[in-house]
């Protein structure tokens, strides 16, 4: 069986250019902290063991496809990158919304994920979602989903409409939902802590609640973070598995 060299090289740079925008977005694999020649041999590894599989499936192209050809591909691999990398966004949202209720918001450190200052809450928020995101495997779940996605969107077959643009936007509206959604339990707890730290200065405007409001809070807001992370991993589940099907659905919209 002959396989001719331009079959050859559309279908490795199909395969590789997905991949490659995949891996700029995509949670744990778009991580600054991994190093640029780490991803790019992740993906030349990756690209080889996909290829005996998806080479049958994927059409020939002419050297003047190639262009749109990589711009498409790429555009799939970064629509599923940012999908999939939803729920770290409303989990960083979450951890700003909780620290400044603690009165956490003036203590900030270098996120090794972004490069970007971050509030110790948000970093604490972001490392126990990595590690769950890790011990579900869902980084497998989205290799699994791209490599699925060659069957029902093959190279240069897409249409990027407006159904495909108004999905892909209207996901992005979910990261307030799950920012909310994880901040609520602390956001709840220190609300509630100001309105009856306010009763009590009408009640007795001799305490000194300036003084004692912070440390309140910031006990309250720890103690209930702490006892909810227990119903995080089922959460979590619910949200990456979400996540996916979003991923997917936006994708199917581009056939």
Known sequence: MTISLTHFLSTVLTIAIRLSGLMLFAPFFGSVAIPSRVKAVLVIALTALL???????????????WPMMIFGELLIGVALGVATNLVFDGVQMAGQICSIQMGYSLVNILDPQTQVESTVVAMFHQTIAMLIFLRLGVHMWILRAVVHSFTYLPPSSGHFGA?????????????????????????????????AMGLLGKA????????????????????????????WPGLFENLFTRSIGTADKILHLAT
């Open 51 to 65: 290829y005996p599989m998806l080479a049958p499936s994927i059409p020939e192209l002419t050297i003047s496809q």
């Open 163 to 195: 159904a495909f643009v108004t999905a892909a936007l209207h996901a992005t509206s979910a990261v307030f939902s799950v920012g909310v959604q994880i901040a609520a339990p602390v956001l709840s707890a220190t609300l509630l802590a100001d309105v």
């Open 204 to 231: 007795s405007p001799q305490l000194p609640l300036m003084l004692m409001g912070p440390a309140v809070k910031s006990i309250l807001g720890i103690s209930v973070l702490f006892c909810g992370l227990r119903y």
